[in-house]
């Protein structure tokens, strides 16, 4: 039987370690597929093999591994940076002995004791890298330092396995800080919950707390699981869930969310999703996995690594070899020139651009309320050029209300309130909400199981025989498509629409008998979002809508959008989708995450409005904004851009210390130490650049 397990590996660090357990897991009788995570250090396998094989070939290739999910609260760079800190001591004590006049045993013994104690682990994983046929850089650096020993360049060997060790610091340090931000994520939702039996108390751990149990949360607590509260009232902070620093008020019926704040009232709250389910492990789980969804600029650079750390290598041994018999220089010289050429091969700076750039940018996200859900969703952000919005619950609050009921014959205004009621009663529609509320409001029964021949019409109305007549409920095409408008009718319907209003009529086997007007109020902050969309140079925004026309170009106006389709069935937005992204290119697509699903799948970005409470929308999007603020959209792209900038300028500082120190080892132009000072600085520059991506800029 296949299932799906989790390991952590704390010696997982970056590409190099990523690709040694590909090769060794792949190729491994009973493993079906793995997902690596570098920032949190775990792999996910598919496998019908036993867990301790792969906990055994983990330990084979030199990265041991425990089963387990969770993340684990360790401080990986502890012994690394203790060792490097030690090695560094001995070079500098030896460089002391030696410019002192010490003899020069003293010194030499000083530079092989740092080169043990900063280099032993990287000999190890070297070791293990020839016995899987990796050439990767632990070798490398292995080797150029046995043979910088070997010619008697102590100092240099010494100075090379040191700022090594600070290299691999520094990745530890970037991937460290990237996943402490993730389990700050994490410590949002508290370890312990009070839960109610039988009328008394008791605390508990979360993970032991089953749905449909009952939770106590008192003011000033966190919410520890997701649930719906039974009893009382508050004002909570969901800013952990949404970005959203204005509290809600919660009332029984509502629903809340592990990891926000109950900010006045007690509540008792009956469980709905066990610890593992809930929206903030969710959000949790889908930072991780963002990783492993590699951005385009990523899958690039860990080609190109795969392609030049061995070209180097083999351009190393050329060095070596032939240059002694065809040039100057004995070969000695050429001996030192091959390994500042080993040392140049390693692309630690490299491959560390990337993944840590996409993992900081997609946690910042995710504090503000948006989930990126992978590198390659980021970068689409980066490049979209034309938006498709949809109207209802997007663009606008979803939150329709009847606003007119204009009569057309005898039939009274409250008893075409209750025959819309009684057709939308069975209707699955978006605006049903809004007539059943008008029939509540004004005290009017709904009439439900007397209701026959119920036939719904997509994108259009519906149709039923209520008290023995066949009425129909629906938009302006229908009843074109019937027949049955009036000059009347015709003038209702414009004036209506010309309000921006959606104008429902019903009608019966005679003709219309009345028309419904019903208001959806625009966000407020529609028109912002447009203009700094259009600031980002996203241009054409589309609204699409099933309205009608007078109502879509009403808003349309009102939003400053570029274009108005309106009328259309889901399979026509598709289409609007497809036909904006052959003409102007990358296109993203706005919805609910749950009807625009076919348009949202056909964009290169497709985003999702309000999923805090939408499981549907966690999955089918691209971008999720957990709350329901337009604004999120710009911020996205803006981020999108600045991550892809940043990726970059990381891209090009490390090719380019690469590209001039490679022509410098070639020509004997610089030294072992330097080019590996060179190195490093360069995976400073990038590490430190990648962190401005947790800054709250963007």
Aim: one cysteine or more.
């Amino acid at each position: 039987m296949t299932k799906t397990s989790t390991f952590h590996v704390s010696g997982l660090c970056c590409a190099a370690e990523e690709a040694t357990i590909r090769k060794r897991l792949e190729s491994q009788k009973g493993v079906h597929g793995l997902t690596v995570h570098i920032v949190t250090k775990k792999i996910e396998v598919r496998h019908s093999c036993p867990e301790n094989q792969i906990l055994q070939s983990l330990k084979e290739i030199g990265l041991p591994g425990t089963s387990g999910r969770s993340v684990r609260r360790e401080k990986p760079a502890r012994s690394l940076l203790f060792q490097t800190l030690a090695g560094a001591a001995l070079f500098i004590a030896g460089l002391i002995l030696f410019a002192s006049g010490a003899p020069a045993l003293v010194a030499t013994v000083s530079y092989l004791s740092a080169i043990v104690v900063s280099g032993w682990r990287i000999a190890l994983r070297a070791v293990k890298a020839v016995r899987s046929f990796s050439l990767d850089m632990n070798f490398l650096m292995t080797i150029a330092v046995i043979g910088a020993v070997a010619i008697g360049e102590h100092a240099e060997g010494a100075a090379v396995i040191v700022l090594f060790a600070v290299s691999l610091l520094l990745e530890a340090l970037a991937t460290d800080r990237s996943r402490r931000a993730i389990e700050s994520l994490m410590n949002l939702s508290p370890p312990t919950a009070t839960i109610r039996v039988a009328g008394s108390e008791t605390v508990v751990p979360v993970e032991d707390v089953a749905t449909g149990q009952t939770i106590i949360i008192r003011p000033g607590e966190r919410v520890p699981l997701d649930g719906v509260i039974l009893d009382g009232s508050s004002s909570v902070d969901q800013s952990a869930i949404t970005g959203e620093s204005i509290p809600v008020g919660k009332n029984a019926g509502d629903a809340v969310y592990a990891g926000s704040i109950n900010q006045r009232g007690a509540l008792e709250v009956r469980v709905s999703k066990a610890a593992g389910d809930s929206t903030i492990a969710r959000i949790v789980q889908l930072v991780e996995e963002a990783q492993a969804k590699k951005a385009p600029s990523q899958t690039f650079i860990e080609r190109f690594a795969r392609t030049y750390t061995p070209a180097v290598f083999f351009l190393a041994i050329g060095v070596a070899i032939l240059p002694p018999f065809l040039f100057e220089g004995g070969f000695e010289t050429w001996f030192y020139r091959a390994l500042v050429l080993l040392v140049i091969a390693c692309p630690c700076a490299l491959v560390i651009s990337t993944p840590v750039s996409v993992i900081n940018a997609v946690t910042h996200a995710a504090r503000k309320g948006v989930l990126i859900k992978g590198g390659i969703h980021l970068e689409h952000l980066a490049g979209v050029r034309a938006i498709a919005v949809d109207k209802t619950g997007t663009i606008t609050t979803g939150q329709a209300v009847v606003t007119d009921i204009v009569r057309l014959n005898s039939v009274s205004s409250s008893e075409i309130v209750r025959i819309s009621a009684a057709l939308e009663a069975h209707s699955e529609h978006h605006l049903a909400d809004a007539f059943l509320k008008k029939a509540e409001a004004e005290g009017i029964p709904v009439l439900r199981a007397d209701i026959g021949d119920f036939e719904a019409l997509p994108g259009k109305g519906v149709r039923a025989t209520v008290d023995g007549t066949r009425y129909t409920l629906g938009n302006h095409p229908l009843m074109e498509e019937l027949r049955v408008c009036t000059p009347e009718l015709e003038g209702v319907l414009d004036s209506l629409e010309r309000q921006g209003k959606t104008a429902v009529v019903l009608a019966d086997d005679r003709g219309p008998v009345g028309v419904i007007g019903i208001a959806d109020e625009v966000r407020r902050e529609g028109r912002k979002t447009i203009e700094d969309l259009h600031g980002l140079g996203v241009s054409p925004i589309v609204l699409l809508t099933g309205d009608n026309r007078g109502t879509a170009e009403s808003v349309g106006a009102a939003l400053g959008v570029d274009e108005v389709r309106p009328e259309l069935l889901p399979e026509h937005k598709l289409a609007a989708v497809r036909k904006l992204k052959n003409t102007f290119g990358p296109v993203a697509m706005v919805g609910d995450g749950i009807n625009d699903a076919p348009a949202l799948a056909a964009a290169d970005v497709g985003i999702a409005m309000g999923g805090v409470g939408s499981d549907t929308a966690l999955e089918t999007a691209d971008v999720v904004l957990m709350s329901d603020d337009l604004l999120h959209i710009p911020y996205s792209i803006r981020l999108g851009k600045r991550a892809l900038a940043i990726i970059k300028q990381n891209i090009v500082i490390a090719l380019t210390t690469k590209a001039v120190f490679l022509i410098l080892g070639v020509l004997g132009m610089t030294s072992l130490w330097l080019a590996i000072l060179a190195d490093d600085g360069a995976t400073l520059v990038v590490v430190l650049n990648s962190m401005r991506l947790l800054s709250n800029k963007g």
